[in-house]
């Protein structure tokens, strides 16, 4: 079969350019959305009257045919494919003849791809939605199992206040549905229609673009066959998304990498979720969390590339736009892969709440302490100060709060009823924090149930 192009050139293309401009290596993903844009193209041919009913039912059982071949992994490519659409339709021709030249008519490779690349990305959304859920459903389930239990909060990686393990999984199950809302609006935004536009100008055939938005499953088709080509809004609103959902991964990973070390030994990983070192017999290494981590790298990079390479584009369609689909495809494997595996490692994660409390100590009440010399009239700037003294005196008598003099006391100037710095303790410090958002028993009840109303309201598509 002739290259789509082919008729205005003399020569054949050097083989070095060729290579360079093919693109089926890894638009063949795209098979099926390929098809199915034709088979609804070629059922719109039919609606304008370009085609009869049996080259209209010809095509589509041809098309219906190369689908299977690539379902069954029997479709054989050739050497000429520069691209998945021309493959489809050099395969289409040899089964059904040259009725399968019929098939482009009206339309061009701009609004194919640009079509193509759209269904991809609102499935792959979809997907991404269901993954994101099962994740952020695994982590509510842990938290649930482990509301109360106490343990130290951290600001600037320093022991700050008392948190409980809930409270803190919780706090990283928010943004995974923040990610969520952000890839349905993606696939929200990505649903509209290009098919119809042509290169650029449009296409000169009656084609009902309604009808082909609502068969391929579009919610809007586009105002300006111009803008439709080469708009890929939709690509980059995907990849921010997914650099995203990355950075929020990543955050994740390098908290449990931290509190699976033995230093903290606040978690302790199943050994299906870990690694072995090849050459030191005792280590045990959270490979899946590091590789979290590094993977948002990659993710940012994926976003940071395409935005570079639209930045400068004239109008209309260039040929710059190929490079659109590799980052996608790479930042979706990426999560697809990833997802799953962090589901599975939170899911068998054991906690250890004695290693919690160790750190425990009562330092972490000193706020606490500064809100009780508030209640007894004490401005709280005065009262921070004073208590600041308490903690500074603690640490250079290498004392804890609870257990400083009454001279340590009186030389801080603290004014204060010494029996309520003795009765500070972690339970009550959590219970007083009742307000929504807070860790007390009563917060984290409603949080808990707020999160599970938050990932059962959000629909993917």
Same mark, same amino acid.
């Given at each position: 079969?002739?290259?789509?192009?082919?008729?205005?050139?003399?020569?054949?293309?050097?083989?070095?350019?060729?290579?360079?401009?093919? *693109?089926?290596? !890894?638009?063949? +993903? %795209?098979?099926?959305?390929?098809?199915?844009?034709?088979?609804?193209?070629?059922?719109?041919?039919?609606?304008?009257?370009?085609?009869?009913? $049996?080259?209209?039912?010809?095509?589509?059982?041809?098309?219906?045919?190369?689908?299977?071949?690539?379902?069954?992994?029997?479709?054989?490519?050739?050497?000429?494919?520069?691209?998945?659409?021309?493959?489809?339709?050099?395969?289409?021709?040899?089964?059904?003849?040259?009725?399968?030249?019929?098939?482009?008519?009206?339309?061009?490779?701009?609004?194919?791809?640009?079509?193509?690349?759209?269904?991809?990305?609102?499935?792959?959304?979809?997907?991404?939605? #269901?993954?994101?859920?099962? %994740?952020?459903?695994?982590?509510?389930?842990?938290?649930?199992?482990?509301?109360?239990?106490?343990?130290?909060?951290?600001?600037?990686?320093?022991?700050?206040?008392?948190?409980?393990?809930?409270?803190?999984?919780?706090?990283?199950?928010?943004?995974?549905?923040?990610?969520?809302?952000?890839?349905?609006?993606?696939?929200?935004?990505?649903?509209?229609?290009?098919?119809?536009? $042509?290169?650029?100008?449009?296409?000169?055939?009656?084609?009902?673009?309604?009808?082909?938005?609502?068969?391929?499953?579009?919610?809007?088709?586009?105002?300006?066959?111009?803008?439709?080509?080469?708009? #890929?809004?939709?690509?980059?609103? !995907?990849?921010?998304?997914?650099?995203?959902?990355?950075?929020?991964?990543?955050?994740?990973?390098?908290? %449990?990498?931290? !509190?699976?070390? +033995?230093?903290?030994?606040?978690?302790?990983?199943?050994?299906?979720?870990?690694?072995?070192?090849?050459?030191?017999?005792?280590?045990?290494?959270?490979?899946?969390?590091?590789?979290?981590?590094?993977?948002? $790298?990659?993710?940012?990079?994926?976003?940071?590339?395409?935005?570079?390479?639209?930045? $400068? %584009?004239?109008?209309?369609?260039?040929?710059?736009?190929?490079?659109?689909?590799?980052?996608?495809?790479?930042?979706?494997?990426?999560?697809?892969?990833?997802?799953?595996?962090?589901?599975?490692?939170?899911?068998?994660?054991?906690?250890?709440?004695?290693?919690?409390?160790?750190?425990?100590?009562?330092?972490?009440?000193?706020?606490?302490?500064?809100?009780?010399?508030?209640?007894?009239?004490?401005?709280? #700037?005065?009262?921070?100060?004073?208590?600041?003294?308490?903690?500074?005196?603690? /640490?250079?008598? /290498?004392?804890?709060? *609870?257990?400083?003099?009454?001279?340590?006391?009186?030389?801080?100037?603290?004014?204060?009823?010494?029996?309520?710095? #003795?009765?500070?303790?972690?339970?009550?410090?959590?219970?007083?924090?009742?307000?929504?958002?807070?860790? *007390?028993?009563?917060?984290?009840?409603?949080?808990?149930?707020?999160?599970?109303?938050?990932?059962?309201?959000?629909?993917?598509?």
């Amino acid at each position: 079969m002739p290259k789509l192009w082919g008729g205005r050139m003399k020569g054949k293309a050097d083989q070095a350019m060729f290579a360079l401009n093919a *693109s089926y290596a !890894f638009d063949c +993903r %795209l098979y099926s959305q390929d098809i199915r844009g034709s088979i609804a193209w070629t059922q719109a041919l039919h609606q304008a009257g370009v085609l009869s009913e $049996g080259e209209s039912s010809t095509i589509t059982d041809g098309l219906a045919q190369v689908l299977e071949e690539f379902q069954t992994g029997t479709f054989i490519p050739v050497s000429e494919d520069e691209d998945i659409h021309t493959a489809v339709e050099r395969r289409l021709t040899e089964l059904v003849g040259a009725v399968g030249g019929k098939l482009h008519t009206g339309r061009s490779r701009n609004d194919q791809v640009a079509t193509d690349f759209r269904i991809w990305v609102m499935e792959t959304c979809d997907g991404l939605c #269901r993954q994101i859920t099962n %994740l952020a459903g695994v982590m509510v389930d842990h938290a649930a199992g482990n509301l109360s239990v106490p343990m130290p909060g951290y600001t600037h990686l320093q022991p700050a206040q008392p948190v409980t393990w809930g409270a803190w999984l919780l706090a990283f199950v928010w943004p995974l549905c923040r990610d969520r809302k952000r890839f349905e609006q993606v696939r929200a935004s990505t649903a509209v229609l290009p098919l119809g536009s $042509g290169a650029l100008a449009g296409t000169t055939y009656p084609i009902n673009r309604t009808w082909l938005a609502e068969t391929l499953g579009f919610k809007h088709i586009s105002q300006s066959s111009l803008d439709a080509v080469s708009d #890929r809004d939709f690509a980059l609103e !995907f990849l921010f998304a997914s650099a995203t959902l990355g950075i929020h991964l990543s955050k994740l990973a390098e908290s %449990l990498i931290l !509190f699976n070390t +033995r230093e903290f030994g606040f978690i302790t990983l199943d050994d299906a979720f870990s690694t072995g070192s090849s050459l030191m017999p005792q280590k045990k290494n959270p490979d899946p969390l590091e590789l979290a981590r590094g993977k948002s $790298g990659r993710l940012i990079g994926n976003l940071t590339s395409l935005l570079v390479t639209l930045k $400068g %584009l004239p109008s209309t369609y260039d040929k710059d736009l190929q490079e659109d689909k590799e980052p996608v495809f790479d930042s979706a494997d990426t999560l697809l892969a990833l997802l799953p595996v962090l589901a599975g490692l939170i899911h068998t994660m054991k906690i250890n709440p004695e290693a919690m409390g160790r750190i425990l100590q009562s330092e972490l009440l000193a706020t606490d302490l500064a809100d009780d010399l508030v209640e007894e009239g004490i401005p709280f #700037r005065e009262a921070h100060a004073v208590v600041g003294r308490l903690a500074a005196a603690a /640490e250079q008598k /290498e004392k804890t709060l *609870s257990t400083l003099s009454e001279t340590d006391l009186e030389a801080a100037g603290y004014r204060g009823n010494p029996a309520a710095l #003795r009765s500070l303790t972690v339970e009550k410090s959590l219970a007083r924090r009742s307000n929504i958002g807070g860790v *007390s028993s009563s917060a984290l009840s409603i949080q808990l149930e707020a999160a599970r109303a938050a990932l059962s309201t959000q629909r993917g598509g």
